[in-house]
């Protein structure tokens, strides 16, 4: 392989994030090559991006749509372990959701490989043992999502204690809509996110404001902060993407448009900066102003009860992400109303019966099990008319 081309996997390549990626590796042709590529039924796209980067190995799931034939091309399929560790990957990109990206993360950790992480919930479930094994083999975890990437390049050069990491947020779709109107909002209401282009999943947890707990975790394991020193503020303009506050009151800040693209970008050429023209500039004069407001924890239910099970430990925060993948899942599929979601998630792990110092095997089993116990209650409720 040319010594000038970074080797790529990407997990995750027909979702919003993946996508993006492939973006990047578009502007900049001569800096990487593509040699897997993992999707989940989004077959006629994933076609598309063979045809396009010429992997080596893919990875999707069965059956195929119609008019659709993999086997006639040149990527061979194999699992996503085997993706994520191919010979010739320099850097795995983790860009799906759910807990899918666990094994094959810890798999290329193993091998010692960077990951470029935007799956939330592999740091969700087992941050303690992610950022063990990472130090261990000496792997480099390069934030991917806005708001740890923005916390990332506010630290770098710096050897200051943090005081605070200050984390934004936009809201959601329905920050401005009044709370005792929340029953009446619809799925397609929930998508419309007022400032970033998003997948439906991750723009329904922005709605209830789970999205945001999950980078509280993140954060916290990610640059060991204590909990107590995490805030999280609304930012409708979604300029700034996280603040740090270090010890002598200093604050610093990131700010670009929204555009996942550059944290992508970011990730891709750590230590590096390359232009990129295709990518807006932050304009102070066009922009006018930036506003902040309270978390208003009435309007957002999730975000605390996310937080109390995550700092639980054991495999709570693995039970956590497998009930809100299912809520999610209920609400998208009119099985329940958008204010149905923090209630549905917080019955559902009452039943819950933790494991300490889980396996790897045990926080997929936990997050299944979360999954289930959803689906559970969404059948009886609709038995139950």
Same mark, same amino acid.
């Given at each position: 392989?040319?010594?000038?081309?970074?080797?790529?996997?990407?997990?995750?390549?027909?979702?919003?994030?993946?996508?993006?990626?492939?973006?990047?590796?578009?502007?900049?042709?001569?800096? @990487?090559?593509?040699?897997?590529?993992?999707?989940?039924?989004?077959?006629?796209?994933?076609?598309?991006?063979?045809? %396009?980067?010429?992997?080596?190995?893919?990875?999707?799931?069965?059956?195929? %749509?119609?008019?659709?034939?993999?086997?006639?091309?040149?990527?061979?399929?194999?699992?996503?372990?085997?993706?994520?560790?191919?010979?010739?990957?320099?850097?795995?990109?983790?860009?799906?959701?759910?807990?899918?990206?666990?094994?094959?993360?810890?798999?290329?950790?193993?091998?010692?490989?960077?990951?470029?992480?935007?799956?939330? *919930?592999?740091?969700?479930?087992?941050?303690?043992?992610?950022?063990?094994?990472?130090?261990?083999?000496?792997?480099?975890?390069?934030?991917?999502?806005?708001?740890?990437?923005?916390?990332?390049?506010?630290?770098?050069? *710096?050897?200051?204690?943090? %005081?605070?990491?200050?984390?934004?947020?936009?809201?959601?779709? @329905?920050?401005?809509?009044?709370?005792? *109107?929340?029953?009446?909002?619809?799925?397609?209401?929930?998508?419309?996110?007022?400032?970033?282009?998003?997948?439906?999943?991750?723009?329904?947890?922005?709605?209830?404001?789970?999205?945001?707990?999950?980078?509280?975790?993140?954060?916290?394991?990610?640059?060991?902060?204590?909990?107590?020193?995490?805030?999280?503020?609304?930012?409708?303009?979604?300029?700034?993407?996280?603040?740090? *506050?270090?010890?002598?009151?200093?604050?610093?800040?990131?700010?670009?448009?929204?555009?996942?693209?550059?944290?992508?970008?970011?990730?891709?050429?750590?230590?590096?900066?390359?232009?990129?023209?295709?990518?807006?500039?932050?304009?102070?004069?066009?922009?006018?102003?930036?506003?902040?407001?309270?978390?208003?924890?009435?309007?957002?239910?999730?975000?605390?009860?996310?937080?109390?099970?995550?700092?639980?430990?054991?495999?709570?925060?693995?039970?956590?992400?497998?009930?809100?993948?299912?809520?999610?899942?209920?609400?998208?599929?009119?099985?329940?109303?958008?204010?149905?979601?923090?209630?549905?998630?917080?019955?559902?792990?009452?039943?819950?019966?933790?494991?300490?110092?889980?396996?790897?095997?045990?926080?997929?089993?936990?997050?299944?099990?979360?999954?289930?116990?959803?689906?559970?209650?969404?059948?009886?409720?609709?038995?139950?008319?």
């Amino acid at each position: 392989m040319d010594e000038r081309l970074k080797g790529l996997s990407v997990l995750g390549s027909t979702g919003s994030v993946g996508t993006q990626v492939l973006d990047i590796v578009r502007t900049y042709p001569d800096r @990487f090559t593509v040699i897997g590529l993992a999707a989940n039924r989004n077959h006629k796209l994933l076609s598309e991006q063979i045809e %396009e980067f010429e992997p080596r190995f893919v990875y999707y799931k069965k059956p195929l %749509e119609e008019g659709i034939d993999f086997p006639a091309r040149k990527a061979r399929k194999v699992n996503l372990s085997e993706i994520a560790t191919a010979d010739d990957v320099d850097i795995v990109v983790t860009a799906t959701t759910g807990d899918v990206a666990l094994s094959p993360t810890f798999d290329a950790i193993e091998k010692g490989l960077d990951i470029a992480i935007a799956n939330k *919930e592999t740091i969700i479930m087992a941050g303690a043992k992610l950022m063990r094994d990472a130090g261990n083999k000496g792997v480099s975890l390069l934030p991917v999502d806005s708001e740890p990437s923005a916390i990332w390049q506010c630290l770098r050069g *710096e050897n200051s204690l943090i %005081e605070k990491l200050v984390i934004t947020a936009s809201g959601g779709a @329905f920050r401005d809509v009044p709370i005792e *109107e929340l029953d009446q909002v619809q799925r397609t209401d929930a998508l419309k996110h007022p400032t970033w282009e998003m997948g439906a999943k991750i723009s329904v947890d922005s709605a209830t404001m789970m999205n945001k707990a999950f980078e509280v975790i993140e954060a916290k394991w990610l640059f060991n902060v204590d909990w107590n020193r995490i805030d999280v503020v609304i930012h409708p303009e979604s300029i700034i993407h996280s603040m740090v *506050e270090f010890e002598d009151g200093s604050t610093k800040a990131q700010l670009s448009p929204p555009d996942m693209r550059l944290p992508i970008q970011h990730a891709l050429f750590y230590p590096e900066r390359l232009p990129n023209t295709k990518l807006s500039r932050f304009d102070p004069v066009k922009t006018k102003e930036l506003t902040f407001r309270e978390l208003d924890h009435d309007r957002y239910p999730c975000f605390q009860m996310a937080l109390d099970h995550a700092k639980k430990g054991g495999t709570w925060p693995s039970a956590l992400c497998g009930a809100d993948d299912g809520a999610v899942e209920a609400f998208l599929g009119g099985k329940i109303s958008f204010r149905e979601i923090e209630p549905l998630i917080r019955t559902s792990l009452l039943a819950h019966k933790s494991v300490t110092n889980p396996s790897l095997e045990q926080m997929q089993a936990a997050s299944k099990w979360g999954k289930n116990q959803v689906n559970n209650l969404v059948s009886t409720k609709g038995d139950n008319g």
